[in-house]
């Protein structure tokens, strides 16, 4: 049953990954009160760079994004850490290719109440996307 709810709120969270800018699916993907801490990549690499507190702050972060970025769920999502799940993820963008692993806890909704978004090591040719 845990395993089918975190597997629904990922689903909702690459839903909304894969429309950016639409906010109700961004929203209808996170709780009110959510928490994203977002890794960055080269000098910052393990850093948490950018926070983003409650959903409207997702739906800002979000709207940066590209309409044309694909996300899609390589594997997962599996236990983690007390009520953690992970899974990892590939985006696509132009000639773009990149991936990474989703740390998230979810409510009963299910929604994601709290992630942290950690990229893969990105080729030096992409370091004026960091």
Do not use: K
């Amino acid at each position: 049953m845990a395993v089918a709810l975190a597997t629904e709120a990922l689903g909702r969270w690459l839903e909304a990954l894969n429309a950016p800018q639409d906010r109700a699916v961004v929203l209808a993907a996170v709780s009110d009160d959510v928490v994203v801490l977002r890794h960055g990549n080269y000098d910052s690499r393990g850093e948490v760079v950018e926070q983003f507190e409650g959903g409207e702050q997702v739906v800002e972060w979000f709207s940066r994004c590209p309409p044309r970025i694909r996300f899609e769920l390589v594997s997962g999502p599996r236990a983690g850490d007390a009520d953690q799940w992970i899974a990892r993820y590939a985006i696509m963008v132009d000639d773009f290719r990149g991936g990474g692993e989703l740390r998230f806890r979810i409510d009963e909704q299910p929604r994601i109440v709290w992630l942290e978004h950690v990229p893969d090591e990105l080729a030096e040719r992409y370091r004026l996307i960091d």
